[in-house]
């Protein structure tokens, strides 16, 4: 059963994304502690990325070695693009802390084993993560028309069932993209939803209102165990 969401706000992006630093590196720590390892669903985006590059400044007591890495969506580009999410996260944290590669799972590339075939890299990210996989925090942004993962509204993906999604014709560039479904990002033990700036206020408000997750993605975000907002106050200045 999903709990009910909790809405954390912050004077400024900065403060927000270094409580989230905390945050995630404590409930690292703690998975670490109960079960040796600790899993991680990263998200691209400005407010994910400053989060990311928070996790890197602060000290923490997580073993890199023991988390798995996996990504939300990807911007299915050629390896190496920087408007890759994984070139992103591997530039604000991944480079600079002792992971272990083969725990690290990036969505394949467009120039990649499955070539220019983002149903193909849906399939092999489905195959890779397995019929029940475990993500102790599930990281997402949120876009100004209330995406979340690559799921826009009223699209094809938002409908989906299936793990792992293609994503096609998206109304942000790049066009094409892989997703988690949000089916998929349900079963994540805690889901954070994190964003910042005045032009997220609607789709916030929107979301944490309760809107169909069908004109607002990301109201189907939530975790089993835990759903987060982390907003700045401008992002959370529509809420009631
Ligand atoms: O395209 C994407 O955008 C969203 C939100 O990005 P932001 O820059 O507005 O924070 C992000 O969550 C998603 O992973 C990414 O692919």
């Known amino acids: 059963m999903s709990a009910a969401p909790e809405v954390a706000v912050f004077p400024a992006a900065e403060d927000l994304a270094a409580a989230a630093a905390a945050r995630l590196l404590a409930a690292l720590a703690a998975a670490q502690a109960a079960r040796g390892t600790a899993s991680v669903v990263l998200t691209g985006g400005r407010t994910g990325t400053a989060v ?59 120039d990649g084993v499955h070539g220019d075939d983002p149903d193909a890299a849906a399939r092999a990210y489905a195959e890779l993560l397995g019929p029940d996989p475990v993500f102790d925090v599930l990281l997402v942004g949120v876009g100004e028309e209330g995406h979340t993962l690559s799921v826009f509204p009223d699209s094809p993906a938002v409908r989906a069932t299936d793990p792992v999604v293609a994503v096609r014709d998206c109304p942000k560039p790049p066009p094409t993209r892989v997703s988690l479904s949000l089916p998929l990002a349900r079963k ?37 165990e835990e759903t987060v907002w982390f907003l700045d106050e401008d992002a959370a200045a529509e809420l009631s």
């Open 188 to 224: 994540a033990r805690r889901a954070w939803l994190m964003t910042t700036g005045a032009a997220k206020a609607g789709p916030v408000a929107a979301a944490v209102g309760g809107a169909s997750e069908v004109d607002i993605p990301a109201a189907g975000v939530r975790g089993v």
């Open 52 to 110: 990311l590059a928070a996790v890197r400044a602060a000290a923490s007591e997580v073993d890199w070695s023991a988390v798995d890495v996996y990504w939300g969506d990807e911007r299915f580009l050629p390896a190496g693009d920087p408007e890759r999410n994984e070139t992103q996260a591997r530039a604000a944290l991944l480079d600079h802390v002792p992971v272990d590669p083969a725990r690290v799972h990036p969505m394949a590339p467009s």
